[in-house]
């Protein structure tokens, strides 16, 4: 998994954790502490969606560059390309027709 995941995963751990936190909290909380809660669970949804989006953002960057990797590799080496895609079907070929 890559590190983006694993920081959105941690960030929506901790998110469930705060919620859950804060759900015991308005259960100990007069009318006054249950505004204050509510305030606090607010600024932590806001908080952890804009972190999520911006891991979101991360995890589509590092897909959109990964993928131009590849094209640029595949145009700059069109013919060792060709030459791995030959083999490969070459090696499928020759299992697929194997009989023992």
Do not use: C, P
Not at 13 to 21: A, F, M, N, Q, T
Not at 75 to 97: D, E, M
């Amino acid at each position: 998994m890559s590190s983006g995941s694993e920081q959105l995963l941690k960030q929506l751990s901790k998110l469930v954790e705060d919620i859950e936190g804060l759900a015991a909290a308005t259960t100990h909380a007069g009318a006054e502490g249950a505004a204050s809660v509510s305030d606090h669970i607010k600024d932590a949804l806001t908080d952890a969606h804009t972190r999520i989006r911006n891991a979101e953002q991360g995890l589509k960057r590092g897909a959109v560059d990964s993928a131009k990797a590849a094209d640029s590799y595949v145009r700059n080496n069109a013919w060792v390309s060709v030459g791995v895609a030959a083999a490969i079907a070459f090696l499928l070929g020759a299992l697929s027709t194997r009989r023992d």
